[in-house]
């Protein structure tokens, strides 16, 4: 089977963003995320002042949530896209490679540490754990599945235990040189 | 990192062993197998197959299997070699690539069903066998070592064979191993 592009999922904080970043350079494709996309939308409500992303994904309609994932799937649908996104198991009658990106959560809240500055890794990791569970829930509730079961991807990495480069030879082996 | 051997764990029937026999090949290294080893035992205990392999392994006092996966430590701290090994967990302090494989019940059953693996056994029964199994399977990492031996984030890479092809699944671990 020949893949056209690529759809990456994961825990927060896994590393999703800097492993679609790099495979979007080496593939040349275009790159999309639903997480982005999101807090765009958020900053046009112009109600980012008053809440954080996790409050605002929280109390999204679910009905929007599945407008955004079918927004998401167009884009999917046309190739040539490296993209993240929290729910895939809709985008497997696509040939794309799907990916789900794991760490304990103690690495995690390492690599969280700039992004959330100022904050301490045990709140960091409160943080992550409830991303999560929001996470999980939406998933159940929108689609009946927990997005974390690996049986959805073709593949599981876990960033706490392998390099970036590592991670974007084992795809790249997979999807083929571009 | 630079990986000098590579272990398999996995669900029962997931095609741990036709990988572990490709990667061997490819690589000049020899195959190291748990699951062949235990089998091996059975095979000299019961040689009439009085009682069926699962039975036997699920019977195995906890301490003679501790000693077991401390033998298999032995082995694989050599490196150089690709090998199964159920509960790899003390192996994440060698410079081994740890493979977890999954597949869906449904065709992990068929594809037992279609190598004849479990005689007469059709699909369903081949699937309640290998349920039992992964069960057993789940009971005992926890008796051992106290953990879901299924939890991804106990390995580097986790491959689902229902959906990639032995040769995709090849391709991901040659492009990270490199003798």
């Given amino acids: 089977m020949d893949f056209n592009g690529i759809a990456l999922a994961g825990v927060p904080g896994a590393g999703k963003s800097a492993l679609a970043k790099k495979l979007a350079q080496i593939f040349n494709w275009q790159i999309i995320s639903v997480g982005d996309l999101w807090r765009q939308r958020l900053h046009k409500s112009g109600n980012d002042k008053l809440m954080g992303f996790e409050e605002y994904w929280r109390q999204v309609p679910k009905d929007d949530n599945l407008a955004m994932d079918l927004q998401i799937e167009k884009i999917f649908a046309q190739g040539s896209v490296i993209g993240e996104c929290r729910f895939a198991k809709h985008l497997q009658k696509y040939p794309l490679l799907l990916v789900f990106v794991t760490a304990d959560i103690d690495t995690r809240a390492k690599y969280k540490m700039d992004k959330y500055g100022g904050k301490t890794a045990g709140e960091i990791k409160e943080i992550l754990k409830l991303r999560e569970s929001d996470e999980l829930e939406v998933g159940r509730k929108l689609y009946g599945y927990d997005y974390r079961d690996p049986e959805i991807y073709h593949l599981v990495l876990n960033s706490a235990m392998m390099s970036l480069g590592e991670e974007i030879a084992s795809v790249a082996g997979i999807v083929g040189k571009p | ?179």
Wanted: glycine letters at 8%; a positive charge; zero cysteines.
């Fill in chain 2, 1 to 179: 990192m630079k990986f000098n051997g590579i272990v398999f764990s996995g669900l029962p029937g997931a095609g741990k062993s036709a990988l572990v026999q490709k990667l061997a090949t490819r690589f000049g290294w020899p195959v190291f197998s748990a699951g062949g080893q235990w089998r091996k035992k059975y095979g000299e205990l019961y040689p009439d197959h009085r009682i069926t392999f699962e039975e036997y392994w699920r019977n195995i006092p906890v301490d003679e299997k501790i000693k077991f996966n401390d033998s298999v430590d032995e082995v694989y701290s050599e490196g150089k070699v690709v090998g199964d090994s159920r509960y790899p967990v003390n192996l994440r302090k060698l410079p081994l690539l740890l493979i977890f494989m999954t597949a869906d019940l449904e065709t992990r059953a068929a594809r037992a069903l279609a190598l004849g693996k479990y005689g007469a056994a059709d699909i369903d029964g081949i699937k309640s066998i290998l349920s039992a199994r992964e069960n057993d399977e789940i009971k005992t990492g926890f008796d051992l070592f106290n953990y879901d031996y299924r939890d991804p984030n106990y390995y580097h890479l986790v491959l689902n064979s229902a959906k990639l092809s032995i040769d995709q699944e090849a391709k991901a671990i040659g492009s990270i191993v490199k003798p």
